[in-house]
């Protein structure tokens, strides 16, 4: 397990994640995806996606805009009840959310007493359409994919010839004007949630709910290979419930020096955000259940989370530092399905062109297959803590002897063996080790 340190150091260093717009100081609450970053941030996008819509007949995709109309989010409630409450240090001028504040003592000068009234601030953030600005064309960024759900609702009813009960799924950036952002990317003000809007016939939420917590809990541990320990699902407190939810089960990783915090909401929505929607747009938003020859507002289970969120724990869960031969060797654990690079591939002399020759040779061919990465910049031995560093489950490694036997070595990320394999069978052979990861 990864301290908060070490990730975020290692995510600079290896390309993972850096500050957006460093070169003029950064910008609170946004970051970049390096190189690496991108690939492992799709992987695991791509593990969701796959689960929860291609596995399943009863879940479709969407990907709906980020700036909708406004009158969306006075419907759902946003433009009324998205707020934390605020307050100012009148020392020191900074601003807190009022629930940080313990014992009334300013978190940044010390000041006890000092704060002002607490203020309910929207976490939305404006902007506006077309060339005025004036409050005709304001609208939002979107702070949840839900709403795209939502007001697609009867589209992809109609289009789609589904029946309860069933699911839209939607991946895509999501922003809050988050009040203080921070622990690295666990909280930023441009994120990307992935949630599923599954619609059931009221009476039979209860069931679906438990249903999903489950299934989340099952891609967590089986699909991204995180610690079963470290993963809990827990039912929120009345008190702590959503204006919109009936009952919410939220899904905590336990963080290192953090301890244990969301990654993911499965709430019970009801038929509130229909229901809303049906209102202000003057839409019939009804289902027609042919069974029961009824009309009815379905019920919504949401299973919501975080990319950003889902990456950082995906990394600190897979880091680990071990002693080899008396030095200390870092690696990630990473799910393979998940590793940014598949296969390293180098050869052993850099100033022997025929072995370096062959080398890129059989990258160019694993490339058709897998992501590669061909290097050949240091000794051997720095090349696979290299790899290691950044999850790489298989390295190839091209030698002498591969020019007179046509044969290169496979090394495992975890257990460090090598196998020796003929050319002709590599892509293969690590088509099947992965298969079987
Ligand atoms: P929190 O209580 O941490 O503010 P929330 O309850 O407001 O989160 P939801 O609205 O339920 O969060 O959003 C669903 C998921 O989206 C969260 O579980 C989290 O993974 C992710 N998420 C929410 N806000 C942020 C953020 N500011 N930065 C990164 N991810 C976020």
């Known amino acids: 397990m990864g301290s908060f340190d070490t990730i975020v150091s290692l995510c600079k260093q290896r390309g993972f994640v850096f500050q957006s717009s460093e070169i003029y100081g950064g910008i609170g609450g946004f ?16 593990s969701w996606w796959r689960r929860v819509v291609q596995m399943r007949d009863d879940v479709v995709g969407l990907d709906a805009s980020i700036i909708m109309n406004p009158q969306t989010w006075v419907a759902s409630g ?22 940080a504040i313990v014992n009334n003592t300013c978190p940044e000068c010390g000041a006890v007493g000092q704060f002002t009234d607490v203020r309910r601030f929207n976490l939305m953030f404006k902007t506006y359409v077309g060339p005025v600005e004036e409050s005709a064309a304001l609208t939002y960024l979107r702070p949840e994919t839900a709403q795209g ?3 697609n609702f009867q589209n992809i009813l109609v289009a789609m010839r589904k029946k309860l009960p069933f699911g839209i799924a939607q991946i895509g950036k999501a922003f809050r004007n988050e ?40 891609w967590y541990i089986e699909d991204l290979g995180l610690r079963k320990e470290k993963v809990r699902a827990r039912a929120l407190p009345k008190q702590d419930l959503a204006h919109y939810s009936k009952a919410t089960f939220e899904i905590e990783y336990d963080f290192p020096g953090k301890g244990w915090a969301e990654i993911e909401g499965v709430a019970n929505r009801t038929d509130y955000d229909l229901k ?21 507002i379905p019920y919504v289970i949401e299973p919501s989370c975080g990319v950003d969120r889902i990456f950082l724990v995906v990394l600190l869960d897979a880091y680990h530092e071990e002693e ?18 598949k296969v390293a591939v180098f050869p052993l002399l850099r100033n022997r062109p025929e072995i370096v020759q062959k080398a890129k040779e059989i990258a160019a061919t694993l490339r058709k297959h897998f992501t590669v990465w061909y290097d050949d910049t240091a ?34 990320r975890d257990t460090m063996l090598q196998e020796r394999v003929p050319i002709g069978q590599v892509t293969a052979v690590l088509k099947e080790k992965l298969a079987q990861c």
Not at 182 to 210: A, N, S
Not at 277 to 292: C, I, M, V
């Open 149 to 151: 759900i939502f007001v």
């Open 31 to 46: 970051w970049d995806y390096g190189p690496l970053g991108v690939e492992l941030k799709n992987n695991i996008k791509q």
């Open 324 to 341: 080899v031969r008396g030095e200390k060797r870092v690696v990630l654990k990473l799910k393979p399905q998940l590793a940014p690079i």
């Open 379 to 412: 000794a051997i031995g720095r090349l696979y803590r290299r790899q290691d560093e950044i999850g790489t489950p298989y390295c190839i490694t091209v030698d002498v002897q591969s020019l007179t036997d046509n044969a290169v070595t496979i090394r495992d």
């Open 179 to 218: 009040i203080t952002p921070g622990d690295f990317i666990f909280r930023d003000r441009e994120f990307e949630q992935m949630e599923i809007e599954y619609f059931v016939k009221p009476g039979t939420d209860d069931y679906w709910h438990q249903h999903w917590v489950e299934e989340r809990l099952r």
């Open 78 to 99: 946003h433009v009324e009840e998205f707020t934390d409450p605020l307050v100012d240090c009148k020392q020191c001028k900074k601003r807190f959310r009022a629930d």
């Open 276 to 296: 809303r929607h049906a209102q202000h747009s003057g839409r019939d938003l009804t289902y027609f259940d042919e069974e029961a020859k009824e009309h009815y």
